[in-house]
Protein backbone atom coordinates (compact mmCIF):
# COMPACT_ATOMS: atom_id res chain seq x y z
CA UNK A 1 0.00 0.00 0.00
CA UNK A 2 3.00 2.36 0.75
CA UNK A 3 4.71 1.32 -2.10
CA UNK A 4 1.61 2.38 -4.24
CA UNK A 5 1.51 5.80 -2.42
CA UNK A 6 4.80 6.27 -3.32
CA UNK A 7 4.06 5.84 -6.73
CA UNK A 8 1.49 8.21 -6.92
CA UNK A 9 2.94 10.78 -5.44
CA UNK A 10 0.82 10.82 -2.32
CA UNK A 11 2.13 10.63 1.58
CA UNK A 12 0.12 9.45 4.00
CA UNK A 13 0.28 12.59 5.62
CA UNK A 14 -1.63 14.39 2.85
CA UNK A 15 -4.41 11.34 2.85
CA UNK A 16 -4.83 12.03 6.96
CA UNK A 17 -5.10 15.60 6.09
CA UNK A 18 -7.44 15.05 3.46
CA UNK A 19 -9.81 12.56 5.61
CA UNK A 20 -9.70 15.06 8.19
CA UNK A 21 -10.85 17.92 6.09
CA UNK A 22 -13.71 15.61 4.99
CA UNK A 23 -14.86 14.55 8.52
CA UNK A 24 -14.64 18.10 9.62
CA UNK A 25 -17.07 19.17 6.26
CA UNK A 26 -19.55 16.13 7.57
CA UNK A 27 -19.75 17.24 11.12
CA UNK A 28 -20.21 21.24 10.12
CA UNK A 29 -23.13 20.01 7.51
CA UNK A 30 -24.87 17.80 10.47
CA UNK A 31 -24.60 20.28 12.70
CA UNK A 32 -25.80 23.31 10.41
CA UNK A 33 -28.51 20.57 9.49
CA UNK A 34 -29.49 20.52 13.21
CA UNK A 35 -29.41 23.96 13.95
CA UNK A 36 -31.30 24.82 10.96
CA UNK A 37 -34.44 22.25 12.15
CA UNK A 38 -34.24 23.50 14.98
CA UNK A 39 -34.58 27.69 14.05
CA UNK A 40 -37.09 26.82 11.44
CA UNK A 41 -38.98 25.01 13.89
CA UNK A 42 -38.91 27.57 16.56
CA UNK A 43 -40.01 30.66 14.08
CA UNK A 44 -43.28 28.24 13.30
CA UNK A 45 -44.13 26.89 16.99
CA UNK A 46 -43.79 28.12 20.17
CA UNK A 47 -44.44 24.39 21.98
CA UNK A 48 -40.24 24.01 23.03
CA UNK A 49 -40.89 20.27 22.98
CA UNK A 50 -41.43 20.21 19.22
CA UNK A 51 -38.61 22.51 18.81
CA UNK A 52 -36.39 20.13 20.21
CA UNK A 53 -38.00 16.97 18.83
CA UNK A 54 -37.58 17.68 15.58
CA UNK A 55 -33.93 19.02 16.58
CA UNK A 56 -33.35 15.41 17.03
CA UNK A 57 -34.85 13.88 14.55
CA UNK A 58 -32.52 15.52 12.39
CA UNK A 59 -29.29 14.91 14.29
CA UNK A 60 -29.96 11.47 14.82
CA UNK A 61 -31.33 10.38 10.88
CA UNK A 62 -29.29 13.24 9.17
CA UNK A 63 -30.86 13.72 5.79
CA UNK A 64 -33.83 11.15 6.11
CA UNK A 65 -34.50 13.15 9.18
CA UNK A 66 -34.50 16.66 7.73
CA UNK A 67 -36.61 15.25 4.78
CA UNK A 68 -39.79 13.44 7.51
CA UNK A 69 -38.76 16.95 9.36
CA UNK A 70 -39.80 18.90 5.99
CA UNK A 71 -42.87 16.76 5.41
CA UNK A 72 -44.39 17.78 9.26
CA UNK A 73 -43.55 21.15 9.54
CA UNK A 74 -46.35 23.86 9.79
CA UNK A 75 -47.16 25.37 6.27
CA UNK A 76 -46.26 28.76 7.53
CA UNK A 77 -44.20 30.65 10.41
CA UNK A 78 -45.43 32.60 13.32
CA UNK A 79 -44.78 35.69 11.87
CA UNK A 80 -47.15 34.74 8.65
CA UNK A 81 -49.57 33.59 10.51
CA UNK A 82 -49.54 37.05 12.70
CA UNK A 83 -49.40 38.83 9.48
CA UNK A 84 -52.56 37.17 8.14
CA UNK A 85 -54.41 37.43 11.09
CA UNK A 86 -53.47 41.42 11.05
CA UNK A 87 -55.59 41.06 7.43
CA UNK A 88 -57.93 38.93 8.46
CA UNK A 89 -58.81 41.62 11.66
CA UNK A 90 -58.32 44.67 9.30
CA UNK A 91 -61.10 43.23 6.71
CA UNK A 92 -63.28 42.34 9.24
CA UNK A 93 -62.59 46.18 10.70
CA UNK A 94 -64.03 47.36 7.60
CA UNK A 95 -66.66 45.62 7.07
CA UNK A 96 -68.17 46.21 10.23
CA UNK A 97 -67.22 50.11 9.63
CA UNK A 98 -69.60 50.38 6.77
CA UNK A 99 -72.78 51.17 8.43
CA UNK A 100 -76.16 49.60 8.08
CA UNK A 101 -79.61 50.60 7.92
CA UNK A 102 -81.49 49.57 11.13
CA UNK A 103 -84.39 49.18 9.59
CA UNK A 104 -83.86 46.58 6.20
CA UNK A 105 -79.73 45.96 7.20
CA UNK A 106 -79.04 47.34 3.90
CA UNK A 107 -75.61 49.24 3.61
CA UNK A 108 -75.94 52.86 3.85
CA UNK A 109 -73.68 56.14 3.52
CA UNK A 110 -72.26 58.17 6.60
CA UNK A 111 -73.82 61.41 4.98
CA UNK A 112 -77.41 59.82 4.12
CA UNK A 113 -80.12 61.37 6.50
CA UNK A 114 -82.81 58.16 5.15
CA UNK A 115 -82.11 54.80 4.11
CA UNK A 116 -83.93 54.67 0.17
CA UNK A 117 -84.83 51.37 0.75
CA UNK A 118 -87.18 51.20 3.37
CA UNK A 119 -86.89 55.25 4.09
CA UNK A 120 -85.95 54.99 7.92
CA UNK A 121 -84.57 57.93 9.46
CA UNK A 122 -80.92 57.55 9.74
CA UNK A 123 -79.92 60.75 11.03
CA UNK A 124 -80.50 64.67 11.45
CA UNK A 125 -79.38 68.06 9.75
CA UNK A 126 -77.81 70.52 11.69
CA UNK A 127 -80.30 73.61 11.89
CA UNK A 128 -77.40 75.88 10.90
CA UNK A 129 -74.79 74.51 9.14
CA UNK A 130 -76.99 71.88 7.85
CA UNK A 131 -74.32 68.72 7.94
CA UNK A 132 -75.43 65.32 9.22
CA UNK A 133 -76.28 64.63 12.71
CA UNK A 134 -76.52 61.49 14.86
CA UNK A 135 -79.81 60.88 15.84
CA UNK A 136 -79.28 61.71 19.47
CA UNK A 137 -76.87 64.53 19.28
CA UNK A 138 -77.88 67.95 20.65
CA UNK A 139 -74.99 69.87 19.38
CA UNK A 140 -73.22 70.35 16.06
CA UNK A 141 -69.83 69.60 16.14
CA UNK A 142 -69.06 70.85 13.19
CA UNK A 143 -70.80 74.54 13.81
CA UNK A 144 -71.35 73.98 17.66
CA UNK A 145 -75.05 74.86 17.75
CA UNK A 146 -77.32 73.61 19.84
CA UNK A 147 -79.56 71.64 18.14
CA UNK A 148 -82.72 72.23 20.98
CA UNK A 149 -81.98 75.45 21.34
CA UNK A 150 -84.56 78.08 19.62
CA UNK A 151 -81.97 78.89 17.14
CA UNK A 152 -83.74 80.37 13.29
CA UNK A 153 -82.36 79.30 10.58
CA UNK A 154 -80.72 82.00 8.45
CA UNK A 155 -84.09 82.65 5.63
CA UNK A 156 -83.79 81.99 2.15
CA UNK A 157 -83.90 84.87 -0.01
CA UNK A 158 -87.72 85.06 -1.18
CA UNK A 159 -88.22 84.02 -4.92
CA UNK A 160 -88.88 87.08 -7.40
CA UNK A 161 -92.50 88.23 -7.46
CA UNK A 162 -94.08 88.14 -10.86
CA UNK A 163 -93.73 91.14 -13.14
CA UNK A 164 -96.77 93.18 -12.52
CA UNK A 165 -97.28 95.68 -15.73
CA UNK A 166 -97.31 99.34 -15.13
CA UNK A 167 -100.42 99.84 -17.58
CA UNK A 168 -103.12 97.00 -17.07
CA UNK A 169 -105.38 96.24 -19.47
CA UNK A 170 -108.60 97.42 -19.42
CA UNK A 171 -112.08 95.14 -18.80
CA UNK A 172 -114.26 95.85 -22.07
CA UNK A 173 -116.78 98.51 -22.05
CA UNK A 174 -120.02 97.34 -20.61
CA UNK A 175 -118.14 95.03 -18.30
CA UNK A 176 -119.10 95.45 -14.60
CA UNK A 177 -117.03 95.20 -11.62
CA UNK A 178 -119.26 94.47 -9.44
CA UNK A 179 -121.41 91.78 -10.50
CA UNK A 180 -123.05 90.76 -7.45
CA UNK A 181 -125.10 94.19 -7.55
CA UNK A 182 -127.05 93.01 -10.60
CA UNK A 183 -127.33 89.99 -8.70
CA UNK A 184 -129.18 91.35 -5.64
CA UNK A 185 -131.20 93.14 -8.19
CA UNK A 186 -132.70 90.60 -10.26
CA UNK A 187 -133.37 88.41 -6.68
CA UNK A 188 -135.47 91.44 -5.91
CA UNK A 189 -137.62 91.24 -9.17
CA UNK A 190 -138.32 87.54 -8.60
CA UNK A 191 -141.20 86.51 -6.51
CA UNK A 192 -142.28 82.82 -5.31
CA UNK A 193 -146.02 81.96 -5.47
CA UNK A 194 -147.78 79.49 -3.20
CA UNK A 195 -148.02 76.56 -4.98
CA UNK A 196 -145.77 76.92 -7.93
CA UNK A 197 -143.29 73.71 -8.05
CA UNK A 198 -139.94 74.65 -9.56
Excluded at 3 to 19: K, N, P, Q, R, Y
Excluded at 63 to 81: D, N, Q
Excluded at 120 to 140: A, D, F, V
Aim: aromatic fraction near 8%.
Amino acid sequence: MADLLTELGLSEDFIAGVTIYGVIILVAFWLALVIWAYRDMRARSRDFFAQVGMALLVAVLTVPGLVIYLLLRPRETLSEAYERSLEEEALLQEIEEKPTCPGCGQRVKEDWLACPHCHTRLKKSCIRCGKPLELSWNLCPHCTTGQTAAYQPVERPAMATPHVHANPPRPPEGYSSTPTSSVSQQHEHLEFIEGDEL
